[in-house]
């Protein structure tokens, strides 16, 4: 009796605790948005574009770069952030190439 009642209680609390992290989690009526992403590259340089960006938020180019000579990753750079529609980029230096492009996003 005294373990179905503990499991009783158990299970209410649980449930409490997954209808107030319903609650919380909730989306409010204005939600940040980025779409129409994508990346490219072009000889040394990499570059992210998004076609919609809403509500405060931004992405950026992320290009990992390698050393052409020995293989390995020797650095990352960055573009600017971009809070509109359009094109982030950044390059990588002479004796380097990409590794890889990737968009940072802020949403």
């Known amino acids: ?5 503990r499991r009783t209680a158990k299970a209410l609390a649980v449930g409490g605790l997954v209808t107030a992290g319903l609650v919380l989690a909730a989306p409010g009526t204005a939600q940040a ?24 938020s ?3 180019v992320k ?19 971009r809070t509109s529609a359009g094109t982030s980029s950044a390059g ?9 492009v990737t968009i940072q996003k802020v949403i």
């Open 63 to 81: 290009v990992v770069c390698y050393k052409i000579t020995t293989g390995s990753i020797s650095r990352t750079v960055y573009g600017g952030w």
């Open 58 to 60: 931004s992405f950026r």
């Open 92 to 100: 990588c230096p002479i004796g380097e190439d990409i590794d890889d």
């Open 33 to 56: 948005a980025l779409g129409g992403c994508s990346t490219n590259y072009s000889g040394r340089t990499g570059t992210a574009k998004c076609t919609t960006v809403t509500n405060g």
């Open 1 to 5: 009796m005294a373990d179905t009642i």
